[in-house]
């Protein structure tokens, strides 16, 4: 069977995160934003409120140095750091004194505390000044504030994640309580209740999602149990007539054509009793009738009679409680469908629990890997052409009887193409048997 590569995935490798970080992250991103841009309105705010503070108390300095400069009997020396003509005067301050305004001057530095100019016009004509540093204490305000900004922002950050991990914990912990639910439905537990599962007091969209897949549960589960329902119906109304045909095909004379139908008519037959039998194993009503039995001298045994030519190989004994009559059934499906779809040798391996039928076919279908075994599916057409895909229905419908699981793979040797080496159904066969009654809870196992 020609199987395409995988198709690779283009484009970078998609990065798995859960609910909860994706809220702590968003809310902490929300958070820091907020608390930078609130540190720098904060910041630039009393900068500013600090310098014009700087401003007038350097005026007033002013102005009072000018007092005691023009009162004085005669004129004496500017006092208080003042002084008359400074050449250093800022360009900005020397055009207002042309204009005869008084003014105040910041002069920012590329480091250090910015250098804060005040200067009057005199009625002389000179300019007196006053030059000092943005004070020692409102630098170490500035810087106070600045890493109490810094300790509310990182606050804010934590808080923000610390917050966002709480109500994306619970959002995560209902959606993995949904999804964990849906999977036992997926399983074939109809009992769950997604809604059920999730609990909680507080009702959010988790509680409509769960609503609507409980509720597309029931409507497949109905649609269901309906299809069954019909299925076995026309089947049982089905077999009182085909056996009629198979009893007047009997009478026939004898030659070819009455071969024919008589043939047509035991397969007819088959394909009605098949179909009862799977309505039966989908109704979930049937039952093991347990026994205790050497599982390879069993196998060996059957398989002498169903068929022949294949190789029994028991590598490891065991005893199993099972129902003698579902494992037959089981093999006889997996030795017709080797038989029908693989090509020989064909392999029967028992080891311990453990039951492995080979063939050296093409091997199973890409659906049938996939998906599992679905009636009237006969895979591609290299497997296909006999039959009407319900011999591993049933035996995978017998195995969840047993409580056993069957799996299916293909072998593919070192050097060959994926599939070349064959087709290989693995049963494994619990440690604890379901009772009669079916009380006890399926095991599973672990794949090949």
């Known amino acids: 069977m020609k199987r395409s590569a995988p198709r690779e995935r283009r484009g970078r490798p998609a990065l798995r995160t859960g609910v909860r970080w994706k809220i702590s992250i968003a809310i902490a991103a929300v958070g820091a934003l907020i608390a930078a841009a609130l540190s720098l309105v904060v910041h630039n705010a009393a900068r500013v409120s600090m310098l014009e503070n700087a401003r007038e108390v350097q005026m007033e300095r002013l102005l009072f140095a000018q007092r005691l400069y023009e009162g004085g009997k005669p004129k004496g020396e500017p006092r208080f750091g003042t002084k008359l003509n400074d050449p250093a005067l800022p360009s900005e301050l020397d055009a207002l004194m042309r204009e005869r305004r008084r003014g105040t001057y910041v002069k920012e530095r590329e480091s250090g505390a910015p250098d804060v100019w005040a200067a009057v016009p005199l009625a002389n004509g000179d300019v007196l000044s006053l030059h000092t540093r943005f004070a020692d204490r409102s630098t170490t305000i500035m810087k106070d504030l600045d890493q109490a900004l810094v300790v509310g922002s990182v606050s804010v950050v934590f808080g923000g994640c610390a917050l966002g991990v709480l109500i994306g914990g619970q959002l995560s912990r209902?959606?993995?309580?949904?999804?964990?639910?849906?999977?036992?439905?997926?399983?074939?537990?109809?009992?769950?209740?997604?809604?059920?599962?999730?609990?909680?007091?507080?009702?959010?969209?988790?509680?409509?999602?769960?609503?609507?897949?409980?509720?597309?549960?029931?409507?497949?589960?109905?649609?269901?149990?309906?299809?069954?329902?019909?299925?076995?119906?026309?089947?049982?109304?089905?077999?009182?007539?085909?056996?009629?045909?198979?009893?007047?095909?009997?009478?026939?004379?004898?030659?070819?054509?009455?071969?024919?139908?008589?043939?047509?008519?035991?397969?007819?037959?088959?394909?009605?009793?098949?179909?009862?039998?799977?309505?039966?194993?989908?109704?979930?009503?049937?039952?093991?009738?347990?026994?205790?039995?050497?599982?390879?001298?069993?196998?060996?045994?059957?398989?002498?009679?169903?068929?022949?030519?294949?190789?029994?190989?028991?590598?490891?004994?065991?005893?199993?409680?099972?129902?003698?009559?579902?494992?037959?059934?089981?093999?006889?499906?997996?030795?017709?469908?080797?038989?029908?779809?693989?090509?020989?040798?064909?392999?029967?391996?028992?080891?311990?629990?453990?039951?492995?039928?080979?063939?050296?076919?093409?091997?199973?279908?890409?659906?049938?890997?996939?998906?599992?075994?679905?009636?009237?599916?006969?895979?591609?057409?290299?497997?296909a052409g006999h039959g009407h895909g319900l011999g591993l229905t049933i035996a995978a419908g017998q195995a969840r009887v047993l409580g056993a699981r069957l799996t299916f793979r293909n072998a593919a040797p070192e050097g060959t193409a994926p599939g070349a080496g064959g087709a290989i159904a693995v049963l494994w066969l619990p440690e604890h048997a379901p009772t009669a009654t079916g009380s006890f809870p399926m095991i599973q196992f672990p794949d090949a």
């Not at 959010?204 to 649609?223: F, I, K, P, Q």
């Not at 397969?267 to 109704?283: G, I, P």
């Open 174 to 383: 209902r959606l993995r309580k949904a999804a964990t639910a849906a999977g036992k439905v997926a399983q074939g537990n109809t009992e769950v209740r997604v809604r059920d599962a999730i609990g909680g007091v507080v009702r959010d969209e988790t509680d409509e999602l769960a609503r609507a897949v409980d509720a597309l549960t029931d409507a497949l589960g109905e649609r269901i149990e309906a299809e069954r329902r019909v299925t076995a119906d026309i089947a049982h109304e089905l077999r009182t007539p085909v056996t009629g045909l198979l009893t007047a095909a009997e009478l026939l004379p004898p030659g070819r054509p009455s071969e024919l139908v008589r043939d047509r008519a035991q397969a007819m037959r088959t394909l009605v009793e098949d179909v009862l039998e799977v309505a039966r194993l989908d109704s979930a009503s049937e039952r093991a009738e347990l026994q205790e039995i050497a599982l390879g001298e069993f196998v060996a045994r059957r398989v002498r009679v169903l068929d022949p030519a294949a190789e029994v190989r028991v590598v490891h004994e065991s005893w199993v409680n099972t129902d003698p009559r579902r494992l037959e059934r089981i093999l006889g499906n997996l030795l017709a469908n080797a038989a029908k779809h693989g090509k020989p040798p064909v392999e029967v391996t028992v080891e311990g629990r453990v039951l492995r039928v080979r063939d050296h076919g093409p091997g199973f279908p890409e659906e049938l890997l996939r998906e599992g075994p679905s009636r009237f599916r006969t895979g591609a057409s290299d497997r």
